[in-house]
């Protein structure tokens, strides 16, 4: 079963109880691309994971923000995920799933794997090691500011 609401003007937020519904645990294909859906994703897509039914969540071109919940990229089904074309933000959930980065792509504030990695992460892990050995660190910035 599936449903394909895509191509439409639905317009605001997903309910945040979407995962919630007793009619979606039957619903193995969410096509919701297209419209101009607002708000997050919900986190409730996720509680489909002891359902194992869906496979296919397409989200794309919308104006959905926010991060990505982590329990919906891990459905243990999923095989097709599609979030392109929103105003997401924030790293891409660890998955184990083979998600080309043109599923990702348009998003500017996303990042992490299959897209670039991360700066404010790397930025964050620099400093991190930086505290432990400050000294090199601040070697590193100072001849890296002379050049």
């Known amino acids: 079963m599936y449903i394909d609401v895509s191509n439409n003007k639905f317009k605001g937020p997903l309910d945040e109880n979407l995962g919630n519904k007793e009619i979606i645990s039957y619903i193995n294909t969410m096509i919701l691309s297209?419209?101009?859906?607002?708000?997050?994703?919900?986190k409730s897509l996720g509680n489909l994971k002891h359902l194992q039914v869906l496979e296919m969540v397409l989200l794309s071109r919308n104006r959905l923000n926010g991060s990505i919940p982590s329990n919906v990229l891990n459905l243990e089904k999923l095989q097709v995920f599609d979030v392109s074309r929103?105003?997401?933000?924030?790293?891409?959930p660890a998955h184990n799933l083979s998600i080309p980065a043109s599923a990702f792509s348009r998003n500017l504030g996303l990042c992490g794997a299959p897209l670039p990695p991360c700066k404010?992460?790397?930025?964050?892990?620099?400093k991190n090691s930086c505290t432990q050995v400050k000294h090199s660190c601040f070697s590193i910035f100072r001849k890296s500011r002379l050049m």
């Open 120 to 126: 404010h992460l790397e930025s964050a892990q620099w």
């Open 34 to 42: 297209n419209n101009p859906f607002g708000g997050i994703i919900p």
């Open 86 to 92: 929103n105003q997401l933000s924030g790293e891409i």
